[in-house]
């Protein structure tokens, strides 16, 4: 065996330390396995880390603080598939606009409770005047603080700010992960504040952060100050779009086909409102069931 022989056959040997092969090219096929490996651990992980945030979810729905009246409307207001299409995380920090009493709060805040942070914005009633609605969104906010005084295991770490709704400032800007409201949009437009709302929650929103929008469909757009409770997709849209959002997708999760949407006491007409005109006959809205409503998912650029 000649010196050159030697050599090579001991640089052959080396190879697979000094991540060459004979011909003088890396080897690369070990590192391709381990990369693929370390893939399918994350890929993995990351699987059973969401599986675990909708089990953590699916807690939240069905939790036995819930009223029976409460869990009785998940049929019409879908709060699993609707919270799953607007991204909610665990740990993320979300702003509900006007909860009322509190429906979506019991589910957001148990499942936000752990790490992330609830966020209720109602509407401070010393902005408004006398006679204007004063007593109403004082009687919605006592509801609420009686909802989360009573429950301190699930709404402990909850918190609460006051808006005025002429000037909505939601909380300190980009601090949300996440805005999200139901069924209010009507009444904003109707009182010309629709613009502002949606500026405040631009302002309220990280940059990449998610607006959720639920909202009763009117079949067309309609006027400023119509008074059915519905409101066009593409007017919702326009909106958000006006605001500086992107809008990203619309699902159907919350449409009702039976809603004819041309009801004598507009939307209030249908459950849970039941304002049903003497006369009329109550079961007819009741097969109805709740109204159609566009679920909306917009996003902050950056």
Same mark, same amino acid.
Not at 245 to 263: G, K, V
Not at 275 to 288: F, H, L, M, R
């Given at each position: ?9 001991? %640089?052959?040997?080396?190879?697979? +330390?000094? &991540?060459?092969?004979?011909?003088? !090219? ?8 381990? $990369? ?22 699916? $807690? ?25 299409? +607007? ?14 009493? /509190? ?8 499942? &936000? ?5 609830? #966020?209720?914005?109602? #509407? $401070? ?16 906010? *006592?509801?609420? !603080? ?13 918190? =609460?700010?006051?808006? @005025? ?19 209010? #949009? ?10 502002? =709302? ?6 309220? &929103? ?6 959720? #929008? ?9 006027? *400023? *100050? ?21 809008? !990203? ?16 006491? %507009? ?13 009329? $006959? ?6 109805? /069931?709740?109204? @159609?409503? =566009? ?8």
């Amino acid at each position: 065996m000649n010196h050159r022989t030697s050599l090579t056959l001991l %640089g052959c040997a080396l190879a697979p +330390f000094l &991540l060459l092969g004979c011909s003088g !090219e890396p080897a690369t096929g070990n590192l391709d396995s381990a $990369d693929a490996q370390r893939a399918d651990s994350a890929a993995e992980s990351e699987s059973r880390a969401a599986a675990t945030d909708q089990a953590r979810l699916r $807690d939240a729905v069905g939790g036995d603080w819930r009223s029976a009246d409460d869990v009785a409307r998940d049929a019409h207001r879908h709060p699993l598939e609707t919270l799953q299409f +607007f991204g909610l995380q665990p740990d993320q920090t979300v702003v509900e606009i006007t909860p009322g009493a /509190g429906w979506y709060a019991q589910i957001l805040a148990p499942y &936000l409770h752990q790490d992330g942070n609830y #966020v209720a914005a109602v #509407v $401070d009633p010393a902005t408004l005047p006398e006679g204007g609605g004063r007593d109403y969104q004082q009687k919605a906010k *006592d509801q609420l !603080e009686a909802t989360f005084a009573a429950a301190p295991a699930q709404f402990d770490r909850a918190n =609460m700010v006051s808006y @005025d709704p002429t000037a909505p400032v939601l909380g300190s800007p980009g601090t949300a992960d996440l805005v999200v409201t139901f069924r209010n #949009v009507h009444n904003w437009r109707k009182s010309g504040q629709a613009p502002g =709302m949606f500026e405040g929650f631009y302002k309220v &929103l990280k940059p990449g952060g998610t607006l959720g #929008v639920v909202e009763h469909r009117a079949a067309a757009d309609v006027p *400023d *100050d119509d008074g059915s409770g519905y409101v066009g997709e593409a007017q919702v849209i326009a909106l958000a779009e006006a605001a500086g959002f992107t809008f !990203e997708e619309a699902s159907e999760i919350n449409a009702n086909p039976r809603d004819t949407r041309d009801h004598p006491n %507009g939307v209030w007409t249908l459950p849970p409102g039941n304002n049903v005109s003497e006369g009329d $006959d109550p079961a007819k809205y009741q097969a109805i /069931g709740e109204s @159609d409503r =566009m679920t909306l998912r917009f996003r902050k650029p950056g």
